[in-house]
């Protein structure tokens, strides 16, 4: 009985910014990784940005210097503060995580939440 919720998006004009918010809850017993991943219209899902499990991050090639990732542990909380936003990051954004939980230890479970909808737009 894990949970992942986000919240944060919305509608912006371009060169704006937005911050989203994906917090884990349930029996959690560690997480071993976690991030976010988006999927535009007529498009695979694809990384955007996430903590591995040796607590460095990854980046899409097209975000870098434009977006960054954050967490708080205590919280079991991750956040993307996404800036100069432009029309093609339009997307509903997932937050994803790989966890193990306090009723099957030793097993590591992916994890995917609703999505929260990104749109830029003038």
């Known amino acids: 009985q894990v949970r992942l919720v986000e919240s944060g998006g919305g509608l912006v004009q371009p060169g704006g910014s937005l911050r989203l918010s994906c917090t884990a809850s349930g029996s959690i017993f560690s997480i071993n990784a976690m991030g976010w991943y988006r999927q535009a219209p007529g498009k695979q899902r694809e990384l955007v940005a996430a903590?591995?499990?040796?607590?460095?991050?990854n980046y899409a090639d097209s975000v870098k210097g434009r977006f960054t990732i954050s967490r708080d542990n205590a919280q079991n909380t991750v956040y993307l503060q996404m800036n100069s936003l432009k029309a093609e990051d339009t997307a509903v954004h997932y937050c994803?995580?790989?966890?193990?939980?306090?009723?099957?230890?030793?097993?590591?479970?992916?994890?995917w939440g609703q999505g929260t909808q990104v749109t830029v737009s003038s």
């Open positions: 994803n995580a790989v966890l193990v939980e306090t009723t099957l230890l030793g097993y590591k479970y992916d994890y």
């Open positions: 903590f591995t499990s040796g607590g460095s991050t």
